[in-house]
């Protein structure tokens, strides 16, 4: 039905940026909420950000606030993660996620995943 493809990981140091970039499948996009996610080795997936069909409502993780911006364009079907400033403690696989709803932190309430970017902040 819906089918995700992230891009963007890689290795970094301390305070670098990187911009990871989820392309969705067909023109439904713009009917989809859509989240970031991550996982880091022996963690559960965390919520990092999320954001409404119309990019009217963005909920961010504590952890990344001020740091992470997360934006969309329906246009291209893409949902964007900006990270900045990256701390050794951001290293994790990070996964796109979507639902035909609002946006929420919560894993279990999405329905289409990416693969999932690495992204390896070294200190």
């Known amino acids: 039905q819906v089918q995700l493809v992230e891009s963007g990981g890689g290795l970094v140091q301390t305070g670098d940026s990187l911009r990871l970039s989820c392309v969705a499948s067909g023109r439904t996009f713009s009917s989809l909420a859509v989240g970031w996610f991550r996982q880091a080795p022996g963690k559960e997936r965390e919520f990092v950000a999320g954001?409404?069909?119309?990019?009217?409502?963005?909920v961010y993780a504590d952890s990344v606030k001020g740091r992470f911006t997360i934006s969309r364009d329906n246009t291209n079907n893409t949902v964007y993660l900006q990270m900045n400033i990256l701390k050794p403690d951001d290293t994790a696989v990070y996964y796109c996620a979507a639902r035909f709803a609002l946006p929420s932190t919560r894993p279990d309430r999405y329905n289409y995943w990416g693969q999932g970017t690495q992204v390896t902040v070294s200190s």
């Open positions: 954001m409404s069909t119309s990019g009217g409502s963005i």
